[in-house]
């Protein structure tokens, strides 16, 4: 059975830094696409980052590129989010999530598209 586990979120100031990371067990991921999405109160689950664990193909939503980062560990079946230049806006909590990839180009970016999720964790940007 896929787990899923989050961990590092935490309370930061504006401007600052925090690397969420997902512990993944229960399969073999390299055929796996990782997700990382976030929601905050009141609003929809929206998409942060994706990677292919196998290649290492990445893709970001619009509000997020060029300051968090995706990444993943193949030796510890671990996806990372790093977070910088964090802002109010990005408080929520993070979610990281799986599915089989089946090859070619397309990017999940959609949470209706991913099999299995991690219980979340509270990210909060203080200004």
């Known amino acids: 059975q896929v787990q899923l586990v989050e961990s590092g979120g935490g309370l930061v100031q504006a401007g600052g830094s925090l690397r969420l990371s997902c512990a993944a067990s229960?399969?073999?991921?390299?055929?796996?696409?990782m997700g990382w999405f976030r929601q905050a109160p009141g609003k929809e689950r929206e998409f942060v980052a994706t990677?292919?664990?196998?290649?290492?193909?990445?893709y970001y939503a619009d509000s997020v590129k060029g300051r968090f980062t995706i990444s993943r560990d193949n030796a510890k079946n671990t996806v990372y989010l790093q977070m910088n230049s964090l802002k109010p806006e990005d408080t929520a909590v993070y979610y990281c999530?799986?599915?089989?990839?089946?090859?070619?180009?397309?990017?999940?970016?959609?949470?209706?598209?991913?099999?299995?999720w991690g219980q979340g964790t509270q990210v909060t940007v203080s200004s």
């Open positions: 229960g399969r073999t991921f390299s055929s796996y696409a």
């Open positions: 990677i292919r664990w196998s290649g290492g193909s990445t």
């Open positions: 999530a799986a599915r089989p990839y089946y090859g070619g180009s397309y990017h999940y970016i959609s949470s209706y598209e991913y099999e299995y």
